[in-house]
Nanobody
Framework: QVQLVESGGGLVQPGGSLRLSCAASGSIFSIYAMDWYRQAPGKRRELVATITNGGSTKYLDSVKGRFTISRNNAKNTMYLQMNSLKPEDTAVYYC?????????????WGQGTQVTVSS
């Protein structure tokens, strides 16, 4: 069992920055990869960024060069550094964990944290 808790969301002006955190607990050594998803009102949840236990990363094309996914294994925490934020980045952001490379659907989800980009 894995528990995930997000934090760091809030209100920011366009061009500003936020750093989201996702603290993992439980059977953390079984995690193969962790992801950040986001969901805006009326839209499907979309995958924003992924990081594997080997350090490989992947990003949604629209956030490349602006967002950085990382992890601190000593703290069992994953981060999403978001720079140059745009209004279209407004969404609830969720972290997730996958238990194997052939798993395409997250096994665990956090509760979500709201990010609002508005002037």
């Amino acid at each position: 069992q894995v528990q995930l808790v997000e934090s760091g969301g809030g209100l920011v002006q366009p061009g500003g920055s936020l750093r989201l955190s996702c603290a993992a607990s439980g059977s953390i050594f079984s995690i193969y990869a962790m992801d950040w998803y986001r969901q805006a009102p009326g839209k499907r949840r979309e995958l924003v960024a992924t990081i594997t236990n080997g350090g490989s990363t992947k990003y949604l094309d629209s956030v490349k060069g602006r967002f950085t996914i990382s992890r601190n294994n000593a703290k069992n925490t994953m981060y999403l550094q978001m720079n140059s934020l745009k209004p279209e980045d407004t969404a609830v952001y969720y972290c997730s964990a996958r238990l194997g490379p052939l798993v395409h659907t997250p096994d665990y989800w956090g509760q979500g944290t709201q990010v609002t980009v508005s002037s």
